[in-house]
């Protein structure tokens, strides 16, 4: 975010099922299935930043994919995750 200019992010509703594939910045989750994996919308070729949010339960995350690190998806709280180009994974935030 760059002080001073508004920061404008995508947003788009995603089912939770083992594999889904993110096509905005600002995903509201669905459902309570574990994700291992999460197929980035801008590719394999770049790295990138994405913020989730489960509006129905507590979303789980598994290692099984691309996923670095199992964790729990508060309901209704926003859950902040990168993607490694390099690592080809998703790191989530110190403060999910």
Known sequence: MIPGITTKLSEDTVASTTTITVKADLIRLTGTTAIA??????GGGFSGVCFFVPVDGTIATTTAGNINKVLSMVINQVTVMVYSKKDQKWYPGAIS
Do not use: A, K, L, Q
Request: net charge neutral; proline share 17%.
């Open 37 to 42: 994996t999460i197929n980035p919308n801008f």
